[in-house]
Nanobody, 121 residues
């Protein structure tokens, strides 16, 4: 059974930092991209950042470039999202997801349960 288990969310003041973790288990993820998406109240789910599992190459949404960094620990099958300089508009539920290369996130094969990040204004 494939599981993506997020942790690390919480409440942080504007300008602060959080580190999210996503422990992936149940299969090998060769050929997959693992990423983070978020959904704020009343808004569509949006892409944040992703890492290609095999190569480690990364991509980030423009809204988080320079503030957030995605990475992976291949040996521990864990993906991280380091979030710095947090803003109130970063408040959302953050989801870890895994999709096969070439597919869209709407067709992701696996999702975590989500972790809440709150940055009060």
């Amino acid at each position: 059974q494939v599981q993506l288990a997020e942790s690390g969310g919480g409440l942080v003041q504007a300008g602060g930092s959080l580190r999210l973790s996503c422990a992936a288990s149940g299969r090998t993820f060769s050929g997959y991209v693992l990423g983070w998406l978020r959904q704020a109240p009343g808004k569509e789910r949006e892409f944040v950042a992703a890492v290609t599992w095999s190569s480690g190459s990364t991509t980030h949404a423009d809204s988080v470039k320079g503030r957030f960094t995605v990475s992976r620990d291949y040996a521990k099958s864990t993906v991280f999202l380091q979030m710095n300089s947090l803003r109130p508009e970063d408040t959302a539920v953050y989801y870890c997801a895994a999709r096969r290369g070439g597919r869209s996130w709407t067709a992701a094969d696996y999702w975590g349960q989500g972790t809440q990040v709150t940055v009060p204004s």
